[in-house]
Nanobody, 113 residues
Framework: QVQLVESGGGLVQPGESLRLSCAVS????????MGWYRQIPGKKREWVAT?????????MYADSVKGRFTISRDNAKNTVYLQMNSLKPEDTAVYYC?????WGQGTQVTVSS
């Protein structure tokens, strides 16, 4: 059974940074394209970033995070990362990683002074 487990969330002040990780375990045919989404309670889940399958893959970002967030991957570790810099209060959300139709449980990011 394939599982995605996110980690690295927390409480930070505006302008600070966090790095999220998403580790994929289990048996699967890969590597696969992977992505990050985020969700605020009561709102629709929002796409944040995607990276294609190869190491150093093609990356794409939502306009709201472009220039501040960086998605990367280490296929040897079956892990994808989201480096988040210059965080803003509006980045507060639960962040989820996804691979194909699978989702992790999410990790909370709170940006507040």
């Amino acid at each position: 059974q394939v599982q995605l487990v996110e980690s690295g969330g927390g409480l930070v002040q505006p302008g600070e940074s966090l790095r999220l990780s998403c580790a994929v375990s289990g048996s699967f045919i890969g590597p696969n394209a992977m992505g990050w989404y985020r969700q605020i309670p009561g709102k629709k889940r929002e796409w944040v970033a995607t990276i294609t399958a190869s190491n150093g893959g093609i990356t794409m970002y939502a306009d709201s995070v472009k220039g501040r967030f960086t998605i990367s991957r280490d296929n040897a570790k079956n892990t994808v990362y989201l480096q988040m810099n210059s965080l803003k209060p509006e980045d507060t959300a639960v962040y989820y990683c996804t691979m194909r139709s699978l989702w992790g449980q999410g990790t909370q990011v709170t940006v507040s002074s």
